[in-house]
């Protein structure tokens, strides 16, 4: 019996697709107190493992709220109730993520392609291509609130989704900087915004 089980869980491995890592969307807004740019905000969307750090939040990427991502613009495109703040769901539509070009890890998730597991919404994590690379679900329990004393810069981040797939935010963030992104590096005097 345990060789004949051992043989079906080695072709159910071989036949099967399995999502193998996951990335969380957090929305983040901060304010600089002073320097260069007294006031000046950042705004925009961050890709993390898990639960991060200040460290952590400090080195990965910040992509900005865009209205367009054609012609290879790199950003996330949010439609409906999608503020710092605002419960991940059910007031937002959609959520376009568009974060490098090379390999290409674009991705949607639509409201209204949604279905339902033990309770639970779940949204499919479409490509460009119209397949499906895994899929979402509104998971907004945990928020960061990170200070760079010698930057003069507050941040907070509040997380909207957790997306199951077989890429990770530290793969995506690592192609991201190969195409010439930075991370957000406060820590470094290079706040930078994507």
């Known amino acids: ?9 080695a072709i159910l491995a071989t036949i099967l ?3 193998t890592a996951n990335f969380d969307l957090y929305h983040i807004h901060g304010v600089k107190a002073e320097g260069s740019w007294p006031g000046s905000e950042i705004n925009g969307w961050q890709l ?7 460290e952590q939040v400090d080195q990965y990427a910040v992509w900005r709220d865009s209205g367009d991502l054609s012609h290879g613009r790199l950003g996330i495109r949010c439609e409906g109730k999608c503020g710092y703040g605002d419960a991940p769901w059910p007031d937002v539509k959609l959520i376009e993520m568009h974060f490098t070009n ?3 890890y674009h ?4 409201k209204d392609r949604g279905y339902e597991v033990n309770g639970a ?6 490509g460009t291509d119209g397949k499906s690379y895994g899929d979402c679900f509104a998971w907004g329990d945990y928020n960061w609130d990170c200070q760079w004393p010698n930057e003069h ?4 981040g509040y997380r909207k989704f957790r997306c199951i797939t077989d890429v990770d935010a530290n793969t995506i963030n690592d192609e991201y900087k190969k195409e010439g992104g930075r991370a957000l590096a406060v820590a470094s005097n290079t706040t930078l915004v994507a």
Do not use: E, G
């Open 153 to 156: 810069l507050a941040a907070k």
């Open 17 to 19: 697709p399995f999502t």
């Open 102 to 104: 090379n390999p290409l």
């Open 48 to 54: 993390q493992n898990d639960n991060p750090s200040c």
């Open 1 to 9: 019996m345990t060789v004949l089980l051992v043989h079906v869980l």
């Open 121 to 126: 919404w779940r949204w499919y994590l479409y």
């Open 107 to 110: 991705f949607t998730i639509y």
